[in-house]
């Protein structure tokens, strides 16, 4: 399964223990992670900003995912989906990456639902999906 996490996803992942760092941890072992340079520098900005992170802590955990990822290269959307640009360029990672999923707590994401052709879900229902005995293919 090739999923990408959107910025908010990765955050919690890194700064709480709950749904999200232990949805990260099961996606390492049974999926492929992808993501852009785009999501990554803004991860690593929100470490500093709203987790507080120092800045050098910050960019080695954007190092780390980096090195658990395959980084994609995405083009800037053309026709803007969302009515936040950093969506666009989360849906725009999603489809250059050729997701299976993509996955998000962004409410303004969630209601879309899929986009072309890839499911935007929960990180809780990513997580049961990685459950499932028949998702564990990549």
Same mark, same amino acid.
């Given at each position: 399964?090739? !999923? ?5 996803v ?17 996606? %390492?072992?049974?999926?492929? %992670? ?13 470490? @500093? ?15 780390? !995912? ?5 980084? @994609?290269? !995405? ?14 360029? !989360?849906?725009a ?7 299976? %999923? %993509? ?14 052709g ?21």
């Amino acid at each position: 399964m090739r !999923i990408v996490f959107d910025t908010n996803v990765l955050f919690a992942a890194y700064i709480a223990r709950g749904t999200c760092a232990t949805l990260y941890e099961q996606a %390492l072992a049974a999926a492929t %992670l992808l993501t852009s340079e785009i999501i990554l520098q803004e991860f690593e900005e929100k470490l @500093v900003a709203k987790g507080k992170v120092e800045p050098e802590k910050a960019a080695r955990l954007r190092a780390e !995912i980096a090195a658990n990822s395959s980084i @994609v290269p !995405i083009e800037p959307p053309t026709n803007p989906v969302c009515r936040d640009p950093d969506d666009d360029a !989360i849906l725009a990672t999603a489809v250059a990456a050729h997701a299976d %999923l %993509l996955v998000t707590g962004d409410k303004d994401l969630l209601v879309i639902g899929i986009s072309q052709g890839i499911p935007i879900v929960t990180p809780a229902e990513c997580l049961a999906r990685l459950r499932e005995p028949t998702s564990r293919t990549e």
